[in-house]
Every structure is written in structure tokens, then in C-alpha cells.
């Protein structure tokens, strides 16, 4: 058998909590179903941990072992989400279009 070749890429890691199941704790689940709902900000949120996202996505799923139906969120960031000139938050007075 031949020996595999070393890859001579170098992959960052990113750590990705598994969705849990409030019913039971559990991580297992089924495929996801039916069309996701994404929402998209013109302008970059935070989640309480800190981190920034600008589309929340939630997608249908099943708790594989007490049969709960869930919507699974997942927050996602990307730079293309946002308006070339920054927006400002509602209620947030824009100083430089005064």
C-alpha cells in the first residue's frame, strides 16, 4: 500500500459548537429540512460572547432522540453583507450627514 502524501497546505482551525437539543441535551439531529431562513444586517452585530456577525441563518431540524422539532441558528459574518459607506445602528445619530 503506498503511503499518503503530506498536504503542504497549512489550515487554520475553527472551533464550531454543535447545535443542543433543550429538551434533551442531545447533539444528535437530522438533516435539516425545508428552505432556511436568513436574515441580513446592513451592519455589524454582536452576539453576547463578543463575537460579530452580520446574517443570522436559522434551519429546521429533529432531535434524533426524543423526536423535538428545533430551528438551529447559526450566526455568520461576511464583509460582502455590508454597504461600501458603513450604515449606522436605528436610533444611532449619524454626526456627518448633520
Same mark, same amino acid.
Do not use: H
Given at each position: 500500500?503506498?503511503?499518503?502524501? @503530506?498536504?503542504?497546505?497549512?489550515? $487554520? ?6 447545535? +443542543?437539543? /433543550?429538551?434533551?441535551?442531545?447533539? !444528535? ?16 452585530? @454582536?452576539?453576547?460572547?463578543?463575537? $460579530? ?6 434551519? +429546521?431540524? /429533529?432531535?434524533?432522540?426524543?423526536? !423535538? ?30
Amino acid at each position: 500500500m503506498a503511503a499518503k502524501k @503530506k498536504s503542504k497546505r497549512n489550515y $487554520d482551525q475553527a472551533e464550531a459548537q454543535p447545535s +443542543r437539543c /433543550k429538551k434533551c441535551q442531545s447533539t !444528535q439531529r437530522t438533516a435539516y429540512f425545508g428552505s432556511p431562513v436568513i436574515r441580513v444586517f446592513d451592519y455589524v452585530q @454582536k452576539r453576547p460572547d463578543g463575537t $460579530d456577525f452580520t446574517r443570522l441563518v436559522k434551519r +429546521r431540524t /429533529k432531535c434524533r432522540d426524543c423526536g !423535538q422539532y428545533r430551528w438551529d441558528l447559526s450566526y455568520e459574518f461576511d464583509s460582502k453583507d455590508l454597504p461600501l459607506r458603513p450604515a449606522t445602528k436605528p436610533g444611532f445619530i449619524d454626526s456627518a450627514n448633520s
